[in-house]
């Protein structure tokens, strides 16, 4: 209907009429009967003689219902995004007197500093006096700052770091044995947690262990 309401009346083809055909018969003399045809005009009886109907697909608003949104007005859609959480665990150690990285790690220590925040400073001297551990501290936050952090458009950014400065005691042993002394070996950690480093032992052939 176009947005009218109203379409073509199928009956009358839009015209409003319909037209009717009479046949008469006249009586011209007692031996011939001379038919006559008459034709009319007849108000349509399905649209009332306006030549239109109400659309049954509208129902005479001139509008329907919306197959995308119901007749609601409005389309839900949605972007879907990925995020992708990566925990990045990183240990650097210093002072450690040449004794191998990885001893520290199976170790027990006294946590000393212990700071958590979306973005971390690194140490400075009014916390730490030590320089070392400042350098440490600086590259180790560094080490984890994602490479676009500073363009506007980054994909990647930090949410969440904690930093803990452990301090894990390390004794130095001088032994000697079966009178020859010199002998050096390394207790490393506290409580539970204790690793005993003893790379020149004499006798590696006995099948004793340092516990």
Not at 154 to 180: A, D, M, N
Request: proline share 4%; glycine share 8%.
């Amino acid at each position: 209907c176009s947005g009218s309401g109203k379409i073509t009346c199928n009956y009358c083809r839009g015209i409003g009429h319909t037209a009717s055909h009479d046949v008469l018969f006249e009586h011209l003399d007692h031996n011939n009967h001379q038919p006559r045809r008459i034709s009319r005009n007849e108000t349509c009886h399905h649209c009332g003689g306006s030549g239109t109907e109400v659309c049954c697909t509208c129902h005479g608003c001139g509008r329907c219902s919306c197959c995308h949104c119901n007749g609601c007005g409005e389309v839900v859609k949605y972007l879907a995004v990925h995020v992708k959480r990566d925990t990045l665990c990183d240990q650097r150690v210093t002072n450690t007197h040449n004794l191998p990285s990885s001893l520290f790690k199976r170790c027990g220590g006294l946590i000393v500093f212990q700071d958590t925040n979306e973005a971390l400073t690194p140490l400075t001297k009014d916390i730490c006096l030590n320089k070392d551990m400042q350098i440490v501290s600086r590259e180790l936050l560094n080490s984890h700052r994602p490479p676009n952090m500073a363009h506007s458009n980054r994909q990647q950014r930090i949410k969440h770091q904690t930093h803990i400065v452990r301090l894990v005691p390390i004794h130095k042993v001088t032994y000697s044995y079966r009178g020859k002394g010199g002998y050096v070996y390394w207790v490393v950690g506290m409580e539970k947690d204790v690793q005993v480093y003893c790379p020149d032992y004499p006798n590696t052939f006995c099948g004793c262990a340092i516990m």
